[in-house]
């Protein structure tokens, strides 16, 4: 595509529009008067709506076939004195985010309109321009447009916390952000540096991936084993936090419990799985040999995390930090799978990405919808409410059992492609990794058993109403994913593998000396 | 003194006293010096004021004494500007001394405190 | 050293802004209270004016020319501070029409000060001789001592006026000895003889005492540590517009001096001075980030901020290996800086009453609900002091640190982007205030069309810069020094 060419919204351009559709309408949304609650409604699921329906399009468009990360390519100037450009891309394994965080992104407004919700309008907003920055996270292919997409995510996540959150919602959401940023202001020293390395090494100013990844496949860099280990550290730290991996989880209970229910989904949905996708997408291609320097070390890291996240997971009384614990372990799993390095592993944690965000999306939704009703996320209020709320009952149920990996459900393709992988690569990771899982099974089966069977002992909860019609809306398309990826994981598999090939490709090029 | 006046003075049978620029420098830093030191260490905002002449004033005296090693005139010149500009800081200043004794009844500076220094 | 009369020509601005000054300074001691909206708006149409009469040339392709037997230079550099300075002259007075209307002080000599102030700016910007430098810059000095103090009967204000003039005078003194340093050592004070000395002479102790002594005396005048300590009670005591003035107008003339001098007076012995610079950087940021911490006062913290950000600032001076990248990466910054830090003072302005009520950090309690825009654009000036995209001050604050990491001062940089990630944890406590907090009782707010339409007009401008920077970035590139 040539730089001056007009802009063709649904054609070359589908990338941008499909990025700034959602803040165009969170822009419009400032001429609705703040009482409109319908009009406001209206704005929100349609430019919602509308940025599912071009991803939509994506798909239908995309070819898995093709190898690299150039589909649908954006390459305009944008700052060209510094070599930084405005310049998106997808593969698979972004396409396939992309969905989810659009999908994601309906279900939770759906959700939200069958609530009652206070400074509505900004709420809708706050979302709109959330989803803004993740798709730019997405398909931005310059380390600086994505730097820059990658902090715009930061300030509606903060408000979202900070203003619909729960009681500690204040110290959630400035540990949240501050975490976050720590993390990626030192990605930027990254940036900036691995930028200054390229420009020597090359004599030509560039922040694209599509230049570096060859240059550091080829060694072009030449860089020293100083150099490139605190490159990885500068993008993986920022990457992991965010992740999270265990020691730098501790933001993630507290930003889960106290965040509204949307919150809570976005943020278990998505953007923990931004943390995983810039370290495929990123610190393993473009630092291959640091990654296999540090893959004992990191994937300690992880083991640590799985078995960690599932017994705290397994003594939590609050349902949320429950299910925020049990991401932590989920989450581990997923980059020990990436640092497991083969085809089966990274495949099945890019599977597992999208299966996780669907599953604990559900979850944290249908705790959203007991709490909306109950005010309380304490088990112990709740018990035997099965017979009060059969359908959400049944919905919490399948996602419990999608996230503990029964099979024929989501949850079993991904755990099974990673531990295979896994299995390949050792023997006593993969021990390890499968006590967690089965950790995983107790503790989510439990917190079934104690609310929602069992002796029906709270009075509070007889006048229990079942999830309302904007609530279901939103809830069943996550319902659908998890049984269609479960009964047929070949479409999604396919869309990904092409990715995984890519990556492991790269990553064998330099890792082995 | 350059040779030729000397050379003059000499030949007039006048005895001139030769003193060495390098006396004037030494003169003009210790000067400095007690003035960096005056309103380092003074606690009257008038002393400090004072201190601070002295400086501009030694600062003066090196100015004219370059000069003269040099043969240059500029240094002179820049004299002239920091007089001008020393007594249109003093105005200022000594205005700015008043109103603050009238508002606070003391042109102390550990007394000056509420703004935290 | 010959004067030809186009010389003359080449100061036209500067004269006629000179003028004008006189001219409303005698008109304030004639008019009533009530007239003096008139004088703030001639003085406004005063400054506008001399922008004009600095495009024409401008705009006719007249190149970087000098006068004044190389005291005075006309050039891309010079022109690019002058019109940030008259563009912060402009939005203070709009800020100054109602707050120093409404106080107790005739407001006649507060704008011709000002003026007065933007010519002693204006002749820094285009010094190239240490004198002309020095002289300018007392022009300023003298002149913000007073302003500093309008507020005569308040005790904060007068206070600052004093704590300012005594540091102010005192860095003027050791400026002075370091400008007699490099006379003595290298018999000239234009800075291009300057630097032909430099090249050809030997190395003498006494020039490179000189040099240091002159970077303490612009440290002051930047407020970088260990010479910062003023600027925080200058900034809480002052009249807020004249907060607003001082963060901005002053600092910008500094740091075009500085680079100046630096860059192409003693160039030749970076080695020497870089050193010094850096340490000071590395304090300055350490010192005004965590000093801001602490703060409850809204001016004195973002006295505080701004301290940090002239640690940032100092980064592009030490550029000096990639010098046009240096430069130009702290003329894209300077002009973010002024955006927001006049931004964020203009909603100071708004929320502030008599007797300095309303500038406490409580008091922007649920803004958010009582006026959302404003709080917007607040979110919107914090976010760029904090550096996040998409906002101008990631992109000034993305090259300063680019620049700084290309000349390798690695470890600097590293220590900026700490100290940034502080300062968010400070400038969201606004944001946290107007959000998350619910207001307690009715709000000090008054609207002010005049005020509203500066600090929109600056937000405007932080956001189109932080997304498309590149015209920005161009004009830098053609303002640098030759």
């Keep these: 595509m040539t730089e001056s060419a007009p802009f063709d919204l649904l054609g070359a351009d589908i990338l941008t529009t499909l990025v700034f559709l959602p803040s165009i309408g969170g822009l419009l949304l400032a001429l609705v008067p703040g009482n409109a609650k319908n009009a406001i409604r209206a704005v929100g699921l349609l430019f919602s709506g509308a940025t599912l329906a071009v991803s939509a399009l994506l798909l239908q468009r995309f070819d898995p076939r093709v190898v690299g990360i150039e589909s649908f390519l954006v390459d305009r100037h944008w700052i060209p004195r510094f070599g930084i450009r405005y310049l998106m891309g997808i593969d698979g394994l972004s396409l396939s985010l992309i969905l989810l965080t659009t999908v994601l992104s309906v279900c939770v407004l759906l959700v939200a309109c069958g609530q009652k919700i206070d400074r509505w309008k900004g709420y809708v907003a706050a979302f709109l321009f959330l989803e803004t920055g993740m798709l730019g996270s997405l398909v931005a292919l310059d380390a600086i447009l994505f730097y820059v997409f990658w902090e715009v995510m930061l300030i509606p996540m903060y408000f979202i916390i900070g203003i619909w959150g729960g009681k500690r919602r204040i110290y959630a959401t400035m540990k949240f952000v501050l975490f976050t940023l720590a993390g990626s202001l030192l990605m930027l020293v990254g940036i900036l540096f691995l930028g200054g390395v390229h420009a020597q090494a090359t004599h030509f100013q560039s922040f694209s991936l599509l230049d570096w990844i060859p240059a550091a496949a080829s060694g072009a860099w030449h860089l020293s084993i100083r150099q490139e280990n605190f490159l990885f550290w500068a993008f993986a730290l920022a990457f992991l936090v965010k992740v999270p991996l265990f020691p730098l989880h501790t933001w993630l209970p507290d930003a889960h419990v106290e965040a509204p229910t949307g919150g809570s989904v976005i943020l278990a949905g998505v953007l923990l799985k931004l943390g995983t996708y810039g370290l495929l997408r990123f610190a393993l291609p473009l630092f291959p040999g640091a990654t296999f320097r540090f893959t004992p070390f990191i994937a300690a890291l992880a083991l640590i995390g799985i078995v960690y996240g599932a017994w705290v997971a397994a003594a939590q009384k609050d349902m949320k930090k429950l299910v925020a614990y049990s991401s932590v372990s989920h989450l581990a799993l997923v980059v020990l799978g990436i640092v497991a390095g083969n085809a089966a592993a990274i495949s099945g944690a890019m599977f597992q990405m999208i299966g996780h965000g669907l599953t604990t999306g559900l979850l944290f939704l249908l705790v959203g919808v007991l709490y909306e009703r109950r005010h309380t996320r304490e088990m112990s209020d709740y018990g035997g409410v099965a017979t009060h709320v059969p359908v959400t009952t049944t919905l919490f149920v399948i996602a419990a059992l999608g996230s503990v990996g029964l099979p024929g459900l989501n949850g079993f393709v991904g755990e099974f492609l990673i531990l295979g992988g896994v299995f390949q690569r050792s023997v006593v990771w993969c021990a390890i990794a499968s006590t967690g899982l089965i950790l995983g099974a107790i503790y989510l089966l439990t917190l079934v058993q104690k609310v929602f069977w069992g002796p029906d002992r709270n009075s509070a909860n007889r006048g229990l109403t079942d999830i309302n019609g904007w609530e279901l809306a939103g809830a069943l398309p996550l319902v659908a994913g998890i049984v269609w990826f479960g009964v047929a994981p070949a479409p999604l598999l396919n869309l990904v593998r092409t990715s995984a090939d890519f990556v492991v490709q790269i990553a064998h090029l330099r890792m082995v000396p | 003194m350059n040779p030729a006046t000397m050379s003059a003075a000499a030949a007039a049978g006048v005895s001139v006293m030769s003193v060495a620029p390098s006396a004037y420098l030494v003169v003009g830093t210790i000067l400095f010096a007690i003035g960096l030191a005056g309103a380092l260490l003074k606690r009257n905002a008038l002393s400090i004021f004072l201190s601070i002449e002295l400086m501009m004033n030694a600062v003066n005296l090196l100015f004219l004494t370059y000069a003269r090693m040099r043969g240059d005139a500029a240094g002179q010149m820049v004299v002239f500007f920091v007089i001008a500009i020393a007594a249109a800081e003093a105005a200022i200043g000594l205005a700015i001394f008043v109103a603050l004794f009238r508002a606070r009844q003391t042109v102390d500076v550990d007394k000056i405190n509420f703004l935290k220094w | ?482």
């Design chain 3, 1 to 482: 050293m010959p004067f030809a009369p186009s010389d003359m020509a080449l100061i036209v601005p500067e004269l006629f802004l000179t003028a004008a000054g006189l001219v409303l300074l005698v008109a304030a001691t004639a008019v009533s209270r009530a007239q003096e909206k008139q004088i703030a708006l001639w003085s406004i149409a005063s400054l506008v004016v001399t922008g004009f009469l600095l495009a024409v040339p401008a705009s006719a392709g007249a190149g970087a020319r000098s006068a004044f037997g190389g005291m005075f230079a006309a050039d891309g550099y010079s022109l690019f501070f002058k019109v940030l300075i008259l563009a912060a002259g402009v939005v203070t007075i709009l800020f100054s029409l109602r707050f120093v209307g409404d106080s107790p002080y005739p407001g006649g000599e507060y704008y011709g000060l000002l003026l007065f102030a933007t010519v002693g700016m204006m002749f820094m910007v285009s010094g190239t001789h240490l004198i002309s430098i020095y002289v300018a810059l007392e022009l300023m000095a003298l002149s913000q001592y007073v302003l500093a103090g309008y507020f005569k009967r308040e005790t904060k204000s007068i206070e600052a006026a004093a704590k300012y003039f005594v540091l102010g005078a005192f860095s003027s003194g050791v400026l002075l000895y370091g400008i007699s340093l490099v006379f003595g050592a290298t018999g000239s004070l234009s800075l291009a003889a300057v630097s032909r000395s430099i090249v050809l002479g030997p190395k003498s102790p006494l020039l490179v005492l000189g040099i240091i002594l002159v970077a303490c005396g612009l440290f002051f005048k930047i407020a970088s540590a260990p010479f910062h300590v003023w600027a925080p009670d200058v900034y809480e005591g002052a009249p807020t517009p004249i907060s607003a003035f001082f963060a901005v107008g002053p600092k910008l003339a500094a740091y075009a001096i500085f680079a100046r001098i630096f860059f192409s007076g003693f160039g030749h012995n970076s080695s020497e001075w870089t050193v010094i610079i850096a340490a000071s950087s590395a304090l300055t940021m350490v010192v005004g980030n965590v000093g801001a911490l602490m703060q409850q006062n809204v001016k004195r913290m973002l006295g505080y901020s701004s301290i940090g950000h002239a640690g940032y600032a100092l980064l592009g001076l030490l550029a000096y290996g990639s010098k046009d990248f240096g430069l130009s990466s702290i003329l894209i910054y300077l002009t973010a800086y002024a955006l927001m830090n006049l931004g964020a003072f203009g909603l100071v302005v708004l929320l502030e009453t008599k007797g300095y009520a309303g500038e406490s950090v409580d008091d922007f309690n649920g803004l958010a609900k009582k006026n959302p825009l404003a709080a917007g654009v607040m979110v919107l000036f914090l976010l760029s002091l904090a550096g996040i995209p998409p906002t101008a001050g990631f992109v000034g604050k993305y090259l300063l640190f680019s620049a700084a990491m290309q000349a390798g001062w690695f470890w600097l940089t590293l220590l900026a982007v700490l100290m940034s990630a502080v300062s968010l944890f400070y400038y969201f406590r606004i944001v946290r205030a107007m959000y998350l907090v619910e207001g307690t009782g009715e709000l000090r707010w008054r609207e002010e069309p005049a005020v509203t339409v500066a600090i929109l007009a600056c937000a405007a401008l932080t956001l189109f810069l932080g997304v498309y920077p590149q015209p920005l970035i161009a004009l830098a590139k053609a303002c640098l020094l030759s």
